[in-house]
Nanobody
Framework: QVQLVESGGGLVQTGDSLRLSCVASGDTISKSAMAWFRQAPGQEREFVTAMSWSGDITYYTEFVQGRFTIARDNAKNTVYLQMNSLKPEDTAVYYC??????????????????WGQGTQVTVSS
């Protein structure tokens, strides 16, 4: 399995921006679909965004469409989540995830075989 480590979370105010990073080790992610999920306390983990292994397809939940952007830098074995115009409802632990190689972007948790430990994002009112 690919090892994933997220960073970049923190406490911000409504309207602020954050850039989360997910650094992979143990294997390349260049042929893995990558995704971000998030989970608020007492809530189910939910899909945020995903990118196909080839970069051809990108998906976003309607709640972040137009505000969040997923990107990847295969040379650095890293995926990013740029979050703009943050809202209190974005408050959650954000998890980076990777599929097995040559998997198209997916929105289901069970499609992802590698997970990071999560990074906390808190947006105050």
């Amino acid at each position: 399995q690919v090892q994933l480590v997220e960073s970049g979370g923190g406490l911000v105010q409504t309207g602020d921006s954050l850039r989360l990073s997910c650094v992979a080790s143990g294997d390349t992610i260049s042929k893995s679909a990558m995704a971000w999920f998030r989970q608020a306390p007492g809530q189910e983990r939910e899909f945020v965004t995903a990118m196909s292994w080839s970069g051809d397809i990108t998906y976003y939940t309607e709640f972040v469409q137009g505000r969040f952007t997923i990107a990847r830098d295969n040379a650095k074995n890293t995926v990013y989540l740029q979050m703009n115009s943050l809202k209190p409802e974005d408050t959650a632990v954000y998890y980076c995830a990777a599929t097995r190689p040559l998997t198209t972007a997916a929105m289901k948790i069970d499609e992802y075989t590698s997970w990071g430990q999560g990074t906390q994002v808190t947006v105050s009112s």
